[in-house]
């Protein structure tokens, strides 16, 4: 179908401010200069932007706070739901793309293929397959465990023949996981530039659960194209983050949504890592934002209360860094869609560019917060949600 959108006020995605224009055109799944007898969408008092790009979510995962015991637990067919569910979540809330970095049993790769095939509702998804784990390392209950390169090369190949676009590596312990701390490095260099090199030879992209400043560092040098969480980053790791030209995905959400899980049922060392990891981080970010690094928007969506509901308040938190409201919006949209190389097919509104759009009302370049009512969104060419005549 051929649509004209008009709205009050349109971001493009990279300009500075609103553009001049006050509409939209589309067909077929594209936007467009100019289209034939369209049907014409007034979103009277709204602003248009592309959809959002949410680069770090666990769709399996719906913010429990007890993440270990739930998926220790949950059958297959509870976990399948789920995913199912969160995929549509995110979509309504705006999220029109999302890369999910731990898949168990396949499923966010089978919920991707019946997406893509037009069977079920939900965001384009990139998807990593298991992470990939030292034996009893970080995430072993949904990963791949794997020692030594040879191993680890195996397991990045068994990703990559299940169709996987990314290969997740766990560089260092994490909070949910008993037993582990954030700070110690696990996979070794030598390990994760076995699995590094095998997804370059496929053409694919890579990925690190990394928060202890010795793991992040080891990824790097390994080769790593994308560094998950940071937390304790110091300025060498902020010096290698510039000179391998590697972004930075700081999951502000995660650590902040846990805390305030206190007393619901969280298992005290959780809480006790959160707590840990949270301290001092933010001045550990600012210094990587002042000195050049690029950075990413992604919440860890499914972590505790962290729902998929809720990437504006992750765009929110990296507002409220020196990054500012602007580049806090464009690290959801154009930004995240160079990080994830779609940078020519999503992200923006330009002509030749999927159509991805989203509207609220309000001013979000003013208030990012007005992110967390989406009135319209579009993914592909087709209106998902349109809160402004009423349907859902």
């Not at 090369?153 to 701390?181: C, D, F, H, N, Y």
């Not at 983050?241 to 995660?254: H, Q």
Request: proline share 4%; aromatic share 6%.
């Amino acid at each position: 179908m051929n649509f004209k959108i008009i709205a009050e006020r349109i971001w493009d995605g990279i300009a500075d401010t609103y553009i001049p224009k006050k509409e939209i055109h589309v067909s077929g799944n594209r936007i467009v200069n100019k289209c034939d007898n369209p049907e014409t969408i007034h979103l009277n008092g709204c602003t248009v932007l592309p959809g959002l790009i949410n680069a770090h979510c666990h769709l399996i995962l719906h913010g429990d706070v007890d993440i270990f015991k739930v998926v220790m637990s949950d059958s297959q067919n509870k976990m399948t739901i789920k995913a199912t569910r969160n995929a549509y979540i995110a979509l309504l809330n705006g999220v029109t793309t999302l890369r999910d970095l731990g898949d168990k049993n396949g499923i966010v790769a089978d919920l991707t293929a019946l997406i893509d095939a037009g069977e079920l509702p939900g965001p384009r998804i990139q998807y990593s397959g298991y992470p990939i784990c030292m034996t009893g390392g970080h995430g072993w209950f949904f990963g791949r465990e794997a020692d030594g390169p040879d191993e680890c090369r195996k397991a990045a190949r068994e990703q990559l023949k299940k169709g996987a676009q990314w290969i997740k590596l766990m560089a260092t312990g994490g909070i949910l996981t008993p037993g582990v701390s954030p700070e110690s490095f696990q996979l070794n260099e030598d390990e994760m530039r076995a699995a590094i090199e095998e997804a370059n030879k496929a053409g694919k992209h890579t990925a690190t659960h990394a928060q202890g400043a010795m793991g992040v560092k080891l990824a790097l040098k390994a080769g790593i194209d994308t560094v998950e969480h940071g937390f304790y980053i110091d300025d060498e790791a902020i010096d290698l983050l510039i000179k391998k030209n590697a972004w930075l995905v700081p999951t502000l959400n995660a650590p902040q949504m846990t805390i305030e899980a206190e007393g619901m049922g969280i298992p005290d060392y959780v809480i006790e890592k959160a707590k840990k990891v949270q301290d001092g981080f933010l001045a550990r970010l600012e210094k990587a934002i002042k000195a050049g690094v690029k950075i990413g928007a992604g919440s860890d969506a499914g972590t505790p209360l962290n729902g998929h509901d809720i990437f504006w308040r992750e765009i929110v938190n990296l507002s409220n860094t020196s990054l500012g409201k602007l580049k806090a919006l464009k690290c959801a949209t154009s930004k995240n869609a160079e990080m994830l190389g779609l940078e020519k097919e999503i992200g923006r509104i330009a002509a030749g560019y999927a159509a991805d759009l989203i509207a609220v009302k309000g001013d979000p370049l003013d208030d990012p917060s007005v992110l967390k009512n989406v009135s319209w969104v579009m993914k592909n060419g087709k209106v998902v949600k349109d809160l402004i005549i009423g349907k859902a």
